[in-house]
């Protein structure tokens, strides 16, 4: 059975940060392209920062970049989202994601809620 198990969410004063986690089982973790996505109120889910399946290259949304950072660590089957300077715009229910080769296989997870606020 595959899953995927977001962690790490919560409530943080504007220039705070967060480190969000994702648990993955029921899969090759290894092969896998690991991306975050996000969802706002009233909004469409959008793209956040992907990492290739051994780590080497990562990728970010322009309204995320130099703030966030995603890693791995394929022996923890684990993908991580550390958030930094974070700004109320930053809320969202934030998904960790994942994509095999040749996008045969995506799975997503449940979300979790992070509110930036004063």
């Known amino acids: 059975q595959v899953q995927l198990v977001e962690s790490g969410g919560g409530l943080v004063q504007p220039g705070g940060s967060l480190r969000l986690s994702c648990a993955a089982s029921?899969?090759?973790?290894?092969?896998?392209?690991m991306r975050w996505y996000r969802q706002a109120p009233g909004r469409e889910r959008e793209f956040v920062a992907t990492i290739t399946r051994t780590g080497g290259s990562t990728n970010y949304a322009d309204s995320v970049k130099g703030r966030f950072t995603i890693s791995r660590d394929n022996a923890k089957n684990t993908v991580y989202l550390q958030m930094n300077s974070l700004k109320p715009e930053d809320t969202a229910v934030y998904y960790c994601n994942a994509l095999s080769v040749l996008r045969l296989n995506e799975y997503w997870g449940q979300g979790t809620q992070v509110t930036v606020s004063s």
């Open positions: 029921g899969f090759t973790f290894s092969t896998y392209t």
